[in-house]
């Protein structure tokens, strides 16, 4: 492996082990167990990939992994005066949605996920859809 190639491949394990830390700094479970998830994985590939195709795929799925904790995963910690979780919504969570389609969670918002409205449609057809069976 050339120096250029493992100084990239330490750096997207440095990489990978910030952004553990960042995401999990709370949960030492979650510490524990992505560690060995992070050396497991560039473990495999340790001596198997010097450079190429494979070598770039690999380098792209550190970068993957890294998006995807980055913004696909939230903490939430249980309150324990309320027994009730929370979670604080980052700026990096939100990237990509309509914030305009974002509702705070309130007694009255999970008050309507329990008790949805259903609308009754007015659809009123002239003609049944099989009149007979000589029809189909």
């Known amino acids: 492996m050339s120096a250029v190639s493992r100084a990239r491949v330490f750096a997207a394990y440095r990489k990978c082990f910030r952004t553990r830390t960042e995401v999990?700094?709370?949960?030492?479970?979650?510490m524990t167990e992505s560690r060995k998830t992070i050396r497991e994985e560039f473990g495999k590939n340790r001596n198997n990939v010097a450079s190429g195709e494979q070598f770039e795929a690999l380098i792209s799925m550190v970068d993957e992994a890294v998006d995807f904790l980055k913004f696909g995963v939230m903490q939430a910690e249980r309150d324990p005066k309320t027994g009730n979780y929370v979670a604080k919504v980052k700026k990096e969570h939100m990237?990509?949605?309509?914030?305009?389609?974002?509702?705070?969670?309130?007694?009255?918002?999970?008050?309507?996920?329990?008790n949805p409205v259903v609308e009754k449609s007015g659809c009123k057809s002239k003609k049944p859809m099989v009149e007979s069976s000589k029809d189909l």
């Open 24 to 30: 999990f700094h709370r949960d030492a479970l979650a």
């Open 95 to 114: 990237q990509g949605i309509d914030h305009a389609d974002v509702e705070p969670i309130t007694k009255e918002t999970v008050l309507k996920m329990e």
